[in-house]
Nanobody, 124 residues
Framework: EQLVESGGGLVQPGGSLRLSCAVS????????MGWFRQAPGKEREFVAA????????DYVDSVKGRFTISRDGTKNTVWLQMNSLKPEDTAVYYC??????????????????WGKGTLVTVSS
């Protein structure tokens, strides 16, 4: 599988961005999909995930109520809608595909495929 992110950029605090992750391959619907981020000098961290059917989602506490993850199996695409952005959201955002769910996915252990990332900068 190949994962290609897009939609990053510079946005002011309080603004919104929508990240997209296009997935090539025939098994998109069998993977849980997620977003991780890595700020300068920090470790990569879990942001959000959605299970294979789209029925279940998971978010890190710091983005709950602000970010929404969604997926469309007909387009092999997963999105991350980010609202009320804060400077601390600044990071490279990575799309990930996993056969795992829950703690294994959150802790990066279960990630099967990674995208190359897209930079999100929140600054005035």
């Amino acid at each position: 599988e190949q994962l290609v992110e897009s939609g990053g950029g510079l946005v002011q605090p309080g603004g919104s961005l929508r990240l997209s992750c296009a997935v090539s391959g025939r098994t998109f619907s069998t993977y849980a999909m997620g977003w991780f981020r890595q700020a300068p000098g920090k470790e990569r961290e879990f942001v959000a995930a959605i299970n294979w059917s789209g029925a279940n989602t998971d978010y890190v506490d710091s983005v709950k109520g602000r970010f929404t993850i969604s997926r469309d199996g007909t387009k092999n695409t997963v999105w991350l809608q980010m609202n009320s952005l804060k400077p601390e959201d600044t990071a490279v955002y990575y799309c990930a595909a996993s056969t795992a769910w829950g703690a294994a996915f959150r802790e990066l252990r279960g990630v099967n495929y990674w995208g190359k990332g897209t930079l999100v900068t929140v600054s005035s």
